[in-house]
């Protein structure tokens, strides 16, 4: 047999490849001449289709004995987009998205002619008693009127047609929102015609808010300009710092949020720094379940909130300072009385996860003073009150673009290096502290593995001893207050010396050893850190089957308190008194079925009180204990444990069961006459005495990102007399007076 030339055989493949092109093309350009002739008979088209203007979807396929109830967009084609055409069926084609799946759309919108349209301010009008409303104009499906005499909004011209908004019969049903669409009428049936006001959302504009809300899906689109916006829309209530807008990897992109606030329904759309449109969100009571992040088709720019809880208006309250970091969120996790340190954090995890960051930030002006960036690599931080300065390990650096192990020293004030040490990258490794001491833990990879302990002196770097641990040794994290090195081994706790690794003191647990709930990444059991003070003395440690209060100077048992599978605890404001959460069942706690909290006194051994639901973040002010209880703000009387207040709620369904779990960002902080709670994106001001929320804080972004539940709860929000540090997850950390801020609430 003899083969041809490969450049014969090149030139057949390159001759098929163009007829199979032009084949595609003329097929669906066959398609859009079908839709332009309206022609009933059935196309079987391959190729791409492309929108001239905005385009519905529709489930399902529509007819002229389609009902009214069928009139509603799934989502939107935008002019200028393809989709990949499956058939079509007269002036009807079935198309494929790449992310919804296949959706009917009127071809027409897909011709030549349909460049023609052109949009119009909206404007009230009435038809004809006989007209009848078609698909696109002189299409062949033709619906009447449902309500002879109905008022509708034109948007659209079309040479002799107008185009008017039809609103969807249901437009919110399960997890969807429908959105309107655009039928077509001669304009001679036109009877009468009324302007609609400018300024749709401002407080006085009469333009229901179904109406208003149907004309922002129909109306405004991504890259729309701010004026455009503002036209339509009226001036905002508030303008804020948006989100970040950029995806992980890239350099933050925040621009500038409208709100519009009004007593039935808030409005918020972001713009880009060039004033180009990027989303929008409406924020509606919900009538059967509490609902975030519904999105009306394929664009996650454009969402619904449907809220429970009462809806917040924005105080016009200033910080002192406000810092804006490089990346997403901003936790504070350490101070001096001159220097906050703070990590930052791009929200992302896996193989989502891009950047990281320790940076200083001056406490009086909020003036960054250094940064380190820790890339999508391990970090810890040491902080050294007494010295001023802060361990920093990293594992990977980013401007190398490799992992290089590095532990270095730095001058609080002004981040320079005091020491600096290159570590080998066998291993994982943790950075901590203790007095006068830095420790690197290798971490075993299995049981069956060999770790190690290094002990740095925190003075020079310098190595004072290292010792190889066995593979069910660990040590536990301790902080620069912290005297003695804590090794933990199946049942026994025992405290070395950093000087020479001597045992100082140890202690026995009882029954077997549990794994320590306190490093779960969604959860706030056990301690919470608080950054704006030292680590305490005493803290709970989890040994064998025993919670023990441990003085770490002495080895103190305090107290102590049985583990139990179906329970877990978290501290409060008082060392005496942790919040017990009891879950139904017979195996591990579940935090999705806890039966009842309990108050208990941790040195007099005895339960205060039972409250039925689950109780977290408790913070004793005078004869009160705040909580959140099953996702809500409560007050509880602390000595007789009845409930006095609760956040009300207008629905107790929810899409997502823990949906209320997750609404509470933080920890409360007490004003003398209110509360401050991150709750939902907001930074909520409650009122002590009833609950009733007083508004939200102006120009703060409240969320922790996924898996840093405990960074959330304890960085981003605390205060010290009368200072409020507030976090964000649009890299911002604020100071807030809150003297200032009580008045201003009066």
Same mark, same amino acid.
């Given at each position: ?171 919110? +049903?399960?997890? +969807? ?114 609902? @975030? ?43 001096? =009385? ?23 930030? =001056? ?76 420790? @690197? ?17 925190? %003075? ?13 040794? !660990?040590?536990?994290?301790?902080? %620069? ?39 779960? &990444? ?19 440690? @989890? ?90 703000? &409560? ?8 409930? @006095? ?6 629905? !107790? ?13 933080? !920890? ?79």
């Amino acid at each position: 047999m003899r083969l041809k030339p490969l450049k014969f055989l090149t030139k057949s493949v390159v001759l098929m490849g163009l007829c199979a092109v032009l084949f595609l093309m003329l097929c669906a350009g066959e398609l859009s001449q079908s839709f332009a002739a309206s022609s009933s008979k059935q196309v079987q088209p391959a190729g791409k289709l492309a929108f001239q203007f905005k385009t519905p979807y529709f489930q399902t396929r529509l007819t002229e004995t389609s009902p009214w109830t069928e009139l509603k967009a799934a989502d939107y084609g935008r002019a200028g987009e393809t989709v990949k055409a499956k058939s079509g069926l007269g002036e009807l084609a079935l198309v494929t998205t790449d992310s919804s799946g296949d959706y009917w759309i009127p071809g027409w919108y897909t011709t030549q002619a349909a460049k023609s349209i052109r949009e119009t301010a909206p404007a009230y009008v009435s038809i004809a008693a006989n007209a009848k409303l078609s698909l696109t104009p002189d299409s062949r499906l033709k619906w009447a009127q449902p309500n002879q005499g109905m008022k509708l909004i034109a948007l659209a011209n079309w040479k002799d047609w107008v185009g008017v908004m039809i609103s969807p019969r249901e437009w919110h +049903k399960d997890d +969807k929102v429908f959105r309107p669409v655009l039928l077509w009428v001669n304009a001679k049936s036109i009877t009468s015609k009324e302007a609609v006001p400018d300024g749709i959302l401002t407080r006085s504009s009469d333009v229901p808010i179904d109406v208003a809300r149907e004309l922002t899906e129909i109306r405004l689109d991504l890259g729309d300009s701010a004026v455009q916006v503002q036209k339509l829309l009226g001036a905002p209530d508030v303008k804020e710092r948006s989100a970040n807008f950029a995806h992980p990897g890239e350099a933050m992109k925040v621009g500038t949020t409208w709100r519009y606030e009004r007593p039935q329904a808030q409005f918020t759309i972001s713009f880009s720094e060039q004033g180009k449109l990027m989303g929008w969100k409406w924020i509606l009571p919900a009538n059967e379940k509490l609902e @975030l992040g519904v999105y009306p088709g394929s664009n996650y720019g454009f969402a619904y909130d449907f809220i429970a809880t009462p809806a917040a208006f924005t105080l016009n309250s200033q910080p002192v300072w406000k810092n804006q970091g490089n990346l997403n969120y901003a936790y504070l996790v350490g101070s001096t =009385d001159q220097v906050l340190l703070v990590n930052g954090d791009d929200g992302g995890f896996s193989g989502m996860h891009h950047d990281s960051s320790i940076y200083a930030v =001056d406490r009086n002006s909020g003036r960054k003073l250094w940064q380190v960036d820790a890339g999508f690599g391990i970090f810890n931080i040491a902080l050294d009150r007494s010295r001023n300065t802060a361990a920093v390990y990293t594992e990977y650096d980013p401007a190398k673009k490799k992992y290089e192990g590095r532990i270095r020293e730095l001058n609080l004030k002004d981040g320079r290096v005091i020491w600096e040490k290159q570590l080998s990258q066998e291993q994982q490794v943790r950075m901590y502290a203790v007095k006068d001491a830095v420790l @690197l833990y290798c971490i075993p990879a299995s049981d069956r593995d060999t770790g190690s302990l290094t002990v740095l002196d925190r %003075a020079t770097g310098k190595e004072k001893w290292n010792r190889t641990l066995g593979g069910k040794q !660990r040590v536990l994290e301790t902080a %620069a207050e912290d005297p003695y090195i804590l090794i933990q081994e199946g049942l026994k706790l025992r405290a070395l010396s950093p000087e020479n690794g001597k045992e100082i003191w140890s202690v026995t647990g009882k029954g077997e050893a549990e794994q320590d709930p306190q490093a779960n &990444a969604y959860f706030s059991f056990g301690n919470v850190r608080l950054p704006l003070q030292p680590q305490p003395s005493s803290r709970w440690f @989890l040994v064998g089957g025993q919670w023990m209060l441990l003085d770490t100077g002495s080895g103190e048992v305090l107290a102590e308190y049985a583990w139990n599978r179906q329970e877990r605890f978290e501290t409060t404001n008082d060392q005496r008194y942790i919040l017990v959460q009891r879950s139904d069942g017979l195996t591990d706690y579940d935090s999705s079925k806890v039966k009842e909290t309990i108050l208990y006194d941790v040195f007099g051994q005895r339960s205060i009180w039972s409250l039925p639901g689950k109780a977290v973040s408790g913070m004793f002010d005078q004869d009160r204990l705040y909580v959140v209880l099953d996702g809500l703000p &409560a007050a509880v009387d602390r000595y007789k444990g009845t409930l @006095l207040w609760q956040m009300p709620l207008s629905v !107790r369904q929810s899409a997502n069961p823990y949906t209320l779990d997750e609404m509470a960002k933080t !920890r409360f902080a007490a004003l003398p006459q209110h509360l401050l709670l991150g709750y939902g994106s907001d930074l909520l001001v409650l009122g002590k005495q009833d609950g009733q929320v007083q508004g939200r804080l102006k120009d703060v972004l409240m969320a922790y990102s996924e898996a840093r539940y405990r960074n959330g709860i304890e960085g981003l929000l605390n205060i010290t007399g009368n200072e409020i540090y507030i976090g964000s997850s649009n890299g911002g950390l604020a100071r807030y007076n809150a003297a200032e801020l009580e008045r201003l609430l009066r």
